[in-house]
């Protein structure tokens, strides 16, 4: 099979070949930088972090920009708010944000352009765009002609039939109702601040949110990109925008496929900071649950379905992790192991399978809960076969092989343990049973102690002791 992804503006899957062999340009709509980002938006970032790892997985050499929203609306409300010039008002929750990044081990974007670097590049397209005459000045800004640009709407199938020519939104963000003329640069207002104003050619004031995105995505991809993400809320107005801005000034194609993630709703609701219904990552992590955990959740669910986030969900996400992690203890111990070398042909058989159906879940539109379920079934036969004491060492250790790599997609086990922490560990464990042996009790129960407050479990089976990180 080969890889065939949905494709937003085809409403159907499409077969994907990039432009260029081998490479994908992928530019994913980052986050307004002000606040700190909720567990929904989360989600987004973490399948675009399994969607690159998934491609490079199938060979693909994958070039990921996310942009920094670091002006709009938003922030600069927030910026006034709190009494700071707007930079430093975002480069704080852009720690934030990096910082949430790291702990659910998303691998990093090549690049993270900031609007506000890139105003210069957002005027030159506003120029273009007025040679073009798609643009029009009115009340001290400029707004792009959504009448001049005769395709406008094919992304999002808006209902173009109660457009009023002419008519115009301000907003950044505003509603399909409201299909308008838009600002793509916004002249200074009263009691906007200094540190959000930029003295140009086409006078002073601000750039669009949707301009940013155009700008910043042709400069770092060139002017037609591979795929372009978001969640379904960003279809309108927002990539529609940015499909008219592009196309309009460059006459070229922008993007060849649209992929938008479904939202992760809480009691049937999208959540979102407007509506309060929101938790941070701090939040989760505060009680109790291991970013790993939380991850799991997050890419257990095809990213064109709905998500809802419960604590109970939480919980079955951490005990499918302990499964994965206990068996991989187990295999890595069987690994080690002394015995017989004669792999068996059958469980060789039977790990390629594995390897296959992991991979033709990648290729159908990315589908993380095929690849979950593949790797599942493959888990229960090995539990199976190391239980029934028929896996050969070299079985074991192709069986680990593969989680591992799957996991490379994944991302969600711990990492491999370094073999020092491992030799630690397994001379306390030893230190431990002498104690017992000796029935001195508060001794050993101070090793498990210890073990335990650096995040290492000990288990007490017929085979002798295990140990694993708790999740
Ligand atoms: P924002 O910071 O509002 O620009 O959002 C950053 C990203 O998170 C965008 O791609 C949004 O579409 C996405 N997003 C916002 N709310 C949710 C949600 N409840 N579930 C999934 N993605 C979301
Ligand atoms: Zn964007």
Known sequence: MSLRLFDTAARSLVDFEPLRP???????CGPTVYNRVHIGNLRTFVWEDVMCRAFRSLGFDVTQ?????????????????????????????????????????????????????????????????????HTYESDGSIWFRIA???????????????????????????EKEDVRDFAVWKGAKEGEPESALWETELGKGRPGWHLEC????????????????????????????????????????????WLHAEHLIVDGEKMAKSKGNFYTLPDVLARGFSPRAVRYLLLSVPYRQKLNFTFDALRGAVSALERLESLETRLGERAGAAGADGA?????????????????AWEDDLNSAASLGALFAFVKEANTALEGGQLDPADAAAARALLREVDGVLGVLAPAE?????????????????????RDFAASDAIRDELAARGILLEDTPQGVRWRRKS
């Open 22 to 28: 081998g490479k994908i340009g992928l530019y994913t």
């Open 65 to 133: 920009v996310m942009n920094l929203t670091d002006i709009d609306d938003k922030t600069i409300r927030g910026a006034i708010a709190e009494g700071l010039p707007l930079r430093d008002f975002t480069d704080r929750h852009i720690a934030t944000f990096f910082e949430d990044l790291k702990t659910l081990n998303v691998i990093p974007a090549a690049v993270y352009p900031r609007a506000t670097d890139h105003v210069p590049e957002m005027v030159e397209i506003v120029k273009k765009l007025t040679e073009r005459g």
């Open 148 to 174: 001049s640009f005769p395709s406008y709407g094919k992304l999002s199938r808006v209902d173009l039939s109660s457009m009023k020519r002419g008519a115009r939104v301000a907003d950044d963000e505003y």
């Open 214 to 257: 155009s700008a910043m995505s042709m400069k770092y991809l060139g002017e037609t990109l591979d795929i372009h993400t978001g969640a379904v809320d960003n279809v309108f107005p927002h990539h529609e925008n940015e499909v008219a801005q592009s196309e309009g000034a460059t006459g070229k194609t922008f993007v060849r496929f």
């Open 344 to 360: 068996s042909e059958a469980f060789r058989g039977r790990v390629e399978e594995a390897r296959r159906s992991v991979r033709a």
């Open 418 to 438: 370094d073999a020092s922490l491992e030799a630690e560990v397994e001379a306390k464990i030893a230190a431990r049973q002498d104690a017992r042996k000796r």
